[in-house]
C-alpha cells in the first residue's frame, strides 16, 4: 500500500472572537513545507497565514502560535 506522507501540519482550533464573543473555527498551522504548500507560503508572507475572521461580525484576529517553515532544497 503507498501511503502519502505530508509535512505541512495544522491544529483544528475554535477561539472566542474579541469583538463579540461567537466561536470562530479555524486552522492554526504548525508546520508549513513549501514545496509541499505553495500556498501557504503566500498565505505566510501576507501576513495571513495565522488569521481568523468572526462569520458573525467580521473582525479578524491573528493567532500568535510556533511555526517550523520547512523549504527543502534552500540555503538557511
Given at each position: 500500500?503507498?501511503?502519502?506522507?505530508?509535512?505541512?501540519?495544522?491544529?483544528?482550533?475554535?477561539?472566542?472572537c474579541q469583538n463579540c464573543g461567537a466561536p470562530v473555527?479555524?486552522?492554526?498551522?504548525?508546520?508549513?513545507?513549501?514545496?509541499?504548500?505553495?500556498?501557504?507560503?503566500?498565505?505566510?508572507?501576507?501576513?495571513?497565514?495565522?488569521?481568523?475572521?468572526?462569520?458573525?461580525?467580521?473582525?479578524?484576529?491573528?493567532?500568535?502560535?510556533?511555526?517550523?517553515?520547512?523549504?527543502p532544497g534552500a540555503e538557511p
Open positions: 500500500m503507498n501511503q502519502t506522507t505530508h509535512r505541512s501540519h495544522a491544529e483544528p482550533v475554535t477561539l472566542p473555527p479555524g486552522d492554526v498551522w504548525i508546520i508549513v513545507d513549501t514545496a509541499e504548500r505553495p500556498d501557504l507560503l503566500v498565505r505566510l508572507r501576507a501576513g495571513t497565514l495565522h488569521e481568523m475572521t468572526c462569520d458573525q461580525c467580521g473582525q479578524a484576529a491573528v493567532i500568535n502560535a510556533p511555526l517550523l517553515i520547512m523549504r
